[in-house]
């Protein structure tokens, strides 16, 4: 009868440690959903956006008619998506 309970606490042992590690797995490997979960209110650092409800969109025109057709006297530097222009808003 020994050898009979051997072999099944062994089994039961084995059956957790499997479920434990497929737990573990699962909870590393998966990526947090709770966290940022909506990520139009947040940028990739993580830290909540600003309200954009008084953002103005401008046309191309309006851009070129700003920097001076981008001129390379308004070239400010390189930003992470390219060229920064200093301009001059009217309205």
Do not use: K, W
């Amino acid at each position: 009868m020994s050898d009979i309970l051997a072999v099944a606490l062994g089994g039961a042992a084995g059956g957790l440690a499997l479920v434990g590690a497929i737990t573990l797995i699962v909870v590393i490997c998966l990526p947090h959903r709770g966290r940022n979960s909506d990520s139009s209110e947040s940028n990739s650092s993580g830290q909540a956006l600003p309200d954009m409800q008084g953002a103005t969109c401008m046309t191309l025109e309006e851009l070129r008619s700003a920097t001076n057709n981008f001129s390379s006297s308004n070239l400010v530097g390189h930003g992470m998506f390219g060229e920064v222009y200093n301009g001059l808003l009217h309205g």
